[in-house]
């Protein structure tokens, strides 16, 4: 059972469509500074992976228990532009890769494809042995 304890609070995260990379920023380091590195992130890992995606277990799962297809599920996972390529081209991979490249759009929200990847990409890893990489994008972002 989930309980929440007396020391948990409230945190507001901007909500300017990047509110879960937000969110998940504030709870990594305690401000939003994190969300354009996490978007890349997640938009990198769904890329890379984009053979992993469409066989990702959570569709096989929800497929083995319900009568819903794991294209149909796959195809409800994605955003507009990555189903639009799915439904013309049958190509799971390809969509996964058209919602990758759109993940990079600051302020566009996501999909649960999206929440997938960010559970898989190796943040800790990355934020203990790329600091450059933080100092690189955080001094991109001041520029613009």
Known sequence: MFCISKETVAVKASDNGDCLYNATSIALCGDESLALLLRLLVAGESFFSSKYYPEHPVFCETS??????????????????????FSETQDKCEAVKVQALSTCTVGEWLSFLNLLALSLCNITTTLLFSPMLIFAIKSCCIEL
Do not use: N, R, Y
């Open 64 to 85: 083995g228990d319900t009568d819903i297809s794991v294209e149909t599920l796959f195809s409800i996972a994605l955003k507009c532009q990555a189903e639009k390529k």
